[in-house]
């Protein structure tokens, strides 16, 4: 005779609550994290500033007497004053240079229609802002613009001091989130974090240094070729070395529009000289940098940047290349070598 097949016991109704507690509260938290992503966005932005303080802080501490916490605290003096001395000796002419660009914009466009063929593109821009300010009241226009910008400057701030408290403390507020992690895993958790921390601190100092590079060569070659408002663009065109890619390559755009307005030769010239530093930085700046730092793959940055951007908008793209590096040591680390057992370099590892 054949056998009776065994049947399964069904769960307890005991079981099923829990399953479904449990299933509903991860539900619920995924939720929860994605309403919050722009507060956790901006927490990793803290976490960035202290990053870039206790680099200060740890390179004080590691050639002076100077000890915790006198070494965060003149670490953060050196980086005010260095930023302040800065636009100290060069504001005026930033602003003026700036300004110069803003009233130059209108001569700037109309060149641009001339070149594509419209020759009215000037104007039919400025009717169609007009059209645009007209659906509504523009006292409530301007006060959303003003909300706006009073919003990004509270989150420059919050930024700023929460990352100083936790460049202050780091160790304290690590240890509380490693009381979530399960005892068995804490130490690999532990020095995952480590990893992550020095991998990001590495790709600063890199992008730092890239930055430095990028905005000297590009004001050095305008002043060259003649062109003008040479330091704001300069200046521009290193400040958008933070975000790979992208940045470089909004930076181009005033400067190429600048130099349609101000006719003959001058942009040929201009686009030769941003591809050449970006040649110079591309083929032999970021090869040295990234010996001492972090190499992330080109593919993985460019489609994480359209990631983050299309999930979190403007301040995912900002920061998106920062994020990618803590990924790429977690990914590395938790599942290629500890969860696959293949043989990795960990970014950060010492």
Do not use: C, H
Not at 45 to 55: M, Q
Not at 64 to 89: C, D, N, R, Y
């Amino acid at each position: 005779m054949r056998e009776k097949t065994a049947k399964r016991p069904m769960p307890s109704w005991a079981t099923l609550t829990r399953t479904s507690l449990v299933v509903g509260a991860v539900i619920v938290g995924a939720l929860l994290l994605w309403q919050l992503s722009n507060v956790l966005l901006l927490f990793f932005g803290a976490i960035v500033v202290a990053v870039i303080l206790r680099s200060g802080a740890k390179a004080l501490e590691d050639n002076t007497p100077v000890k915790a916490p006198w070494s965060l605290i003149l670490s953060i003096l050196a980086i005010a004053a260095l930023m302040g001395g800065f636009f100290f000796l060069l504001g005026t002419q930033i602003a003026s240079e700036a300004s110069s660009l803003v009233q130059r914009l209108p001569e700037m466009i109309a060149s641009l229609g001339e070149r594509i063929g419209v020759d009215d593109l000037y104007e039919r821009l400025t009717e169609r802002a007009t059209q645009f300010a007209g659906r509504g009241d523009v006292a409530s226009e301007v006060a959303g613009y003003t909300s706006v910008l009073v919003g990004a400057l509270t989150n420059f701030v919050l930024v700023l001091v929460a990352g100083i408290y936790l460049a202050a403390r780091p160790r304290q507020y690590r240890r509380g989130i490693l009381k979530l992690v399960p005892p068995r895993l804490r130490d690999n958790t532990s020095d995952t974090f480590e990893n992550a921390g020095r991998a990001l601190r590495l790709w600063l100092l890199g992008q730092l240094v890239s930055m430095a590079i990028v905005g000297a060569l590009i004001t050095l070659g305008l002043y060259l070729i003649g062109m003008p408002s040479a330091l704001a663009l300069g200046l521009l065109a290193g400040l958008s070395e933070f975000v790979p890619i992208v940045g470089p390559i909004l930076s181009a755009v005033p400067a190429l529009l600048l130099a349609l307005s101000e006719g003959g030769n001058m942009i040929f010239w201009v686009i030769g000289l941003y591809v050449a530093v970006q040649q110079i930085e591309s083929n032999v700046v970021m090869p040295l940098v990234q010996r001492e730092t972090v190499d992330l793959p080109p593919v993985l940055t460019l489609f994480a940047l359209l990631a983050f951007g299309v999930l979190f908008g403007p301040l995912g793209v900002l920061l998106g290349t920062p994020l990618t590096v803590i990924l790429y040591v977690v990914v590395n680390q938790l599942y290629l070598r500890d969860t696959l057992q293949e043989d990795v370099d960990i970014p950060g590892s010492k």
